[in-house]
């Protein structure tokens, strides 16, 4: 909740003293300061407004106080546990265990949150806040559970005990970036009264040829205040520097506004501030924070709790106009209600491609603050907005996402758990995708590796590579070079091949994957040398009868896909039949079989098969796979009936594998059917 007021810039900078306290009632001087946003100042005020109360209905009341404050600066812990005090103390209003829930909900604790705002619900069942936060606990599981591809550490050279955020490019090679801090170098003595640190300043460091960071050096005091200073973002150039500063001056409260800077080297001019808050506004409180830029430059966009025409609640987005020197131009527009809501949204960011980054706590998010992405729709609107998700976003708070040009990778600041800190920078970028194809290649009959098989892989991406197979069997496509041979989004077409065997061809796509695979195959190679026989699935026929039936289509598509994956080929249709005699035709079995083989070739040329290369054959019974003498002796007429089956099959023997597609030559029999 903190990161709302201090790390949006919009901090305010009226330190409270004990003589101030002095001055009045304690509970007066602590709903003093927390209307005021000094909430680290309110908690010890209200606190030592508890030790001398008497009325158990204010102690309990003042408890919430404390347990407010610390939600409000983002300590979820105590915030919890000040709640559940003021549960304790009896305190009236019910929406206690709502909060409870939320501090649940920011911890990552779901179930217990989801457990503590069904108690809300039976004591408050017209609040649809708590059905709406159910619904977020369990879609945050779910992402929590399913996480994008983002891989996210904390950027430890950068970070303190303090609070660091909200970096920016500094130069055009994007190898400097300068970024807010509390840390204790910061300018000035004052401390700010929201969280008890020095007021953020703005602070930048370079990374070497190995990515390691400088010790960070602070800005110049052209630029740093005695106030606090924040959000910064660069032009394209890099030679114009835009920050959001908040003066601090004793018992006075101010907003913020948006300051620009000339850089000159390493040297910064003295800033101007930008005039965005409406002319009519007389409240000096009203803030004006987080610029971000378009690549051209001649749009900003920032955040505001200014009341401009289309406010929707807390702090907005807006769009307004550069002209050429880039000072604001017009009317700062509203950037409506599919990206702002009634609560906070701010820290936008404005990728190359044109879509907005901001971060929101009125969209559904996972905790906290979350950060969103919307798609550009227009020149200066924006939709179409969806949660960055798991693990860019946390249970916890998630600001100020920049990413570094064009890369998918980048910067951005969280309060989650792992850091050095209050809230710190942490990095992102998305891991490469990688891709192998690996496996072996066996002789069908024998199970046998095939040593020296070729398996070769075309992608769709315009690839084309090969490799023979190993003392076992094994090929294996993983790096080539610095490179990979298989990509992401391409489709590959495989062919393992040896003399003297049939083709295999395959098929993978990497398309629409979105986690690295080894692809692993087995490819069993069938053994074709001339004179080899390859059986096919059964081929049905009725009793004494030669037309094919739908089944033994299908059955023959095998056939046919073989004789396409091996153009080469010149094969001999067999039809073989069972010893049982047929009555039809006077040349028995082998005039059927020859008719049968007959039917298949037929088929063969109607799905397109060159007939130069078919030659139908039939050998009635005379190459059986169970002999007459088995079959006879066999127990069973089910077992006899099984036998003639085996018996009658199509298989098909392979007469040459020098076939010239498209020649026409008729091949030679190696000798006539006996009917």
Request: aromatic share 10%; proline share 5%; net charge neutral.
């Amino acid at each position: 909740m903190m990161i709302r007021k201090i790390l949006a810039g919009l901090s305010l900078c009226l330190l409270f003293t004990s003589t101030a306290v002095a001055q009045g009632r304690l509970a007066d001087e602590a709903d003093e300061a927390y209307k005021k946003g000094f909430y680290f100042n309110a908690i010890e005020l209200y606190k030592k407004a508890y030790t001398v109360e008497k009325k158990a209905a204010v102690k309990a009341e003042l408890i919430y106080k404390v347990a407010e404050s610390y939600r409000m600066i983002g300590d979820v812990q105590q915030a919890q546990v000040w709640y559940e005090k003021a549960n304790k103390a009896q305190y009236t209003d019910p929406v206690t265990y709502y909060w409870i829930g939320e501090m649940q909900r920011q911890q990552g604790l779901f179930a217990e949150a989801i457990a503590s705002y069904n108690k809300y619900k039976e004591k408050k069942s017209n609040d649809m806040r708590a059905d709406a936060a159910i619904a977020a606990c369990q879609m945050a599981q779910q992402w929590k559970d399913s996480p994008t591809r983002y891989s996210v550490d904390p950027e430890v050279l950068l970070n303190t005990p303090q609070y660091d955020y909200s970096p920016a490019f500094a130069d055009k090679k994007n190898e400097s970036v300068v970024f807010s801090s509390t840390r204790p170098a910061s300018t000035g003595s004052s401390t700010d009264a929201i969280v008890g640190e020095a007021f953020a300043d703005l602070f930048v460091s370079s990374r070497d040829r190995l990515g390691k960071w400088s010790e960070p050096v602070k800005l110049p005091l052209e630029i740093n205040s005695e106030g606090a200073e924040a959000t910064p973002i660069f032009n394209s150039k890099r030679t114009v520097m835009y920050f959001t500063r908040c003066p601090a001056e004793k018992k006075k409260v101010f907003g913020c506004d948006i300051w620009m800077s000339k850089k000159v080297g390493n040297n910064y001019s003295a800033p101007v501030m930008l005039k965005l808050k409406p002319g009519s506004a007389k409240d000096d409180t009203l803030t004006v924070g987080h610029p971000a830029l378009n690549d051209d430059d001649n749009m900003l966009v920032f955040s505001t709790n200014s009341p401009y025409p289309g406010h929707k609640g807390g702090k907005d987005l807006y769009m307004v106009r550069l002209d050429k020197d880039g000072m604001p131009t017009g009317t700062p527009t509203n950037l409506g209600a599919e990206i702002n809501t009634a609560k906070d949204d701010m820290f936008p960011f404005i990728r190359f491609d044109g879509s907005l980054y901001f971060a929101s706590n009125g969209h559904q998010g996972m905790g906290g603050m979350d950060m969103f992405r919307a798609e550009k729709t227009g020149d200066g609107t924006w939709g179409q907005v969806e949660n960055l998700k798991a693990p860019l976003n946390s249970a916890s708070d998630e600001v100020g996402i920049m990413f570094d040009g064009e890369n998918d990778r980048g910067f951005f600041t969280t309060n989650r758990a792992g850091g050095k800190g209050q809230h710190d920078i942490w990095r992102f970028y998305m891991p490469n995708l990688e891709y192998a194809l690996q496996g072996n290649v066996y002789d069908k009959v024998t199970g046998l590796p095939l040593i020296g098989a070729k398996v070769t892989v075309v992608g769709t991406n315009g690839s084309n590579f090969s490799a023979l197979t190993d003392d076992n069997g094994g090929f294996a496509f993983i790096e080539n070079g610095k490179d990979r041979y298989i990509k992401e989004e391409t489709s590959y077409s495989i062919l393992a091949e040896m003399e003297g065997y049939l083709v295999v061809k395959d098929q993978i796509t990497t398309v629409g994957l979105q986690e690295s695979t080894t692809f692993v195959k087995e490819y069993f190679l069938q053994p074709a040398g001339k004179g080899g026989v390859v059986n096919l699935p059964m081929v049905l026929y009725e009793v004494d009868k030669f037309d094919l039936l739908p089944a033994s289509q299908d059955s023959l598509d095998l056939a046919y896909q073989i004789l396409v994956d091996n153009p080469t080929y010149v094969v001999e249709l067999r039809s073989h039949t069972d010893a049982r005699p047929t009555r039809r035709y006077k040349g028995g079995n082998k005039e059927l079989s020859q008719l049968r083989a007959q039917s298949c070739v037929n088929y063969l040329v109607t799905k397109g098969i060159d007939p130069a290369r078919l030659v139908p054959k039939g050998m009635g019974p005379d190459e059986p796979v169970v002999p007459m003498d088995v079959i006879k002796k066999m127990a069973t007429r089910e077992e006899q009936e099984a036998a003639h089956q085996k018996n009658r099959r199509t298989d098909f023997k392979v007469l040459r594998t020098d076939f010239v597609p498209g020649t026409g030559s008729v091949p030679q029999q190696e000798e006539a059917p006996k009917n």
